[in-house]
């Protein structure tokens, strides 16, 4: 039963801008940390951002072109890109911070070109 839903993907210039949306069950985001995570070929699935009560944090390779935000009304989950970069491709997956593995879902494709 897929319960997480990422969408917004796409090929984007370098410097351009996609937004991610994570669509969900109210249970996996209430009162939970929700976070952003990417994987590009060849290497492990890495943090990307994250946000929760106390606030939000974010790679330092994404800090100041990264926007996480959620809908707590809409149990969703955004990822505002900005000035995207080749090394930005990859799978973007959104979780629980720190991630379940039953909640893993098909992830969005991003792909900057150069």
């Known amino acids: 039963q897929v319960q997480l839903v990422e969408s917004g993907g796409g090929l984007v210039q370098a410097g351009g801008s996609l937004r991610l949306s994570c669509l969900g069950s109210?249970?996996?985001?209430?009162?939970?940390?929700m976070g952003w995570f990417r994987q590009a070929p060849g290497k492990e699935r890495e943090f990307v951002a994250s946000?929760?009560?106390?606030?939000?944090t974010y790679t330092d390779s994404v800090k100041g072109r990264f926007t996480i935000s959620r809908d707590y009304a809409k149990a969703a989950l955004y990822l505002q890109m900005h000035t995207l970069k080749p090394e930005d491709t990859a799978v973007y997956y959104c979780?629980?911070?720190?991630?379940?593995?039953?909640?893993w879902g098909q992830g969005t494709q991003v792909t900057v070109s150069s």
């Open positions: 979780n629980q911070n720190p991630p379940q593995f039953r909640y």
């Open positions: 109210g249970r996996i985001f209430s009162g939970n940390a």
């Open positions: 946000i929760s009560w106390s606030g939000k």
